[in-house]
């Protein structure tokens, strides 16, 4: 048997594979990241990063780095374009849209990856793995073959990883092609701005603005759904959709990414065969709007981390890995649907406008604009993990310590038991939970158990219920 080479192999150098990379590393896994690409892609595919991916970049220390990098947008936009009648108030310190380039993002986490200890190794396109009880053996282009523990795929939507495994990808297949870019234009950016905004009128799946980079961001519907995605649209026919719609191509010229998107929406069926699981667009793929599929990879890699590290240690309770599956497939399918429902909400069709209309009436009420607001940012996924308070299965908003904010105690990445009475103990489990017996300003329990991922786990005063909690989520007490 060939030695293993890593811990864990990670297909593919994206956001998701990299945060994922991060977050092993933090528990010292021996991390390897295959990146079939050998530069990092220029193309923009995603345009910032909403609340709960920038609370997760607060837990691990990050979030400085991208907001010196990015640009705030309070509110972080409407549903379907809709702007709310008044500002929504989420419960999160970060209640806006920070605008960064996909580029930008791809290179901050590559970095933070690197700093972590992980291994990186861009241009190796990986063909093949086999698995067996004990690891997986990964092929790669030229015929070296590599051994390790756990293999992910973070490989994307047409995932080599899931077609290799057999997993279902059911959805529906493409109705709609959008093509996207970045480029020059000569056209005065007045006659540009009041041209865009005509046509939005009666087609909002149209829109020519300014990029964080200079120049200008287009997209517009393309002529027909192409047979080959892959195949980045040409400068010509990018004028020509422009001419289509706006009867003007605003003079566009020297394009620095020009990509394809579709209204494609699937769901994987397993995130998990044996030794192999896969995160990120190699789980869903879906429309684009609301922004929310970045965010949706990183929040997969931020449950999968801590879980995958407690199963190399060998201090995993037992399905402790399956629930990586139970919680993020239904928190995917929720982004599915979300997304599903703005795509047809932009349609010119007048089916899809009444009811645009009528959700804009609905918006007049505070629940209705903060429910929706919520499935954007991200902060409004419960897991279900049983009976108890609805505080457990959501995510704790970062909260004033007496010391400090509670996200700065999470950098480590252990779990956290807030107690601000001090009443309670973690016991064996202080090697994986830090107990946080100090006064904290807007805890809205008793106690409360936080998980890795910052999703409470339990509430109450109860020791003896605190301790299944704990042998539930960190396994069985250390001596």
Known sequence: ?????????????????????????????????????????????????HARSLEILDQRGLLDRFLAAGTRYPGGGGFAGIPS????????????????????????????????????????????FEQDGDGVTVEV??????????????????????????????????????????????????????????????????????????????VVPAATVAEDRTV????????????????????????????????ATRLAERYRVGRVLIAGDAAHVHPPLGGQGLNLGLQDAFNLGWKLAAELGGRAPEGLLDTYFAERHPAAEQVLTVTRAQSELISPEPGPQAVRRLLTELMEFDDVART??????????????GDGPDLVGRRMRDLPLTHGRLYERMRDGRGLLLDPAGSLSVGGWADRVHPVAEPIEGLPVPAALLRPDGHVAWAGVDQAGLERSLERWFGRPGD
């Open 232 to 263: 980045p649209p040409t400068l010509e026919e990018f004028q020509s959709r422009l001419r289509a719609y706006a009867g003007t191509d605003f003079g566009i010229h020297s394009p620095r990414s020009l990509s394809r998107f579709t209204d």
């Open 372 to 385: 929706l607001a919520e499935k954007i940012a991200g902060i409004g996924i419960r897991y279900d993990l």
């Open 1 to 49: 048997m060939t030695d293993h080479t890593s811990d864990v192999i990670v297909i593919g150098g994206g956001p998701t594979g990299m945060l994922l990379a991060s977050e092993l590393r933090l528990r010292g896994a021996d991390v390897l990241v295959l990146e079939r690409d050998a530069e990092p892609t220029p193309l923009v595919r995603s345009l910032g990063l």
């Open 85 to 128: 009648p008044r500002p929504v108030v989420l419960d999160t310190a970060h209640g806006y849209l920070l605008g960064l380039p996909q580029p930008v993002t791809d290179r901050l986490l590559a970095e933070h990856a690197a700093e972590s200890g992980a291994r990186i190794r861009r241009g190796v396109e990986v063909v093949g």
């Open 141 to 218: 282009a030229g015929g070296e073959r590599l051994r390790t523990r756990w293999l992910v795929g973070c490989d994307g939507g047409r995932s080599l990883t899931r077609r290799a495994l057999g997993i279902g990808f059911p959805g529906e297949a493409p109705t709609t092609e959008w093509l996207l870019g970045e480029m020059e234009a000569t056209a005065p950016a007045d006659e540009i701005a009041a041209v865009s905004e005509e046509v939005r009128k009666t087609h909002r799946g149209f829109g020519i603005g300014p990029a964080a980079g200079g120049g200008y961001r287009a």
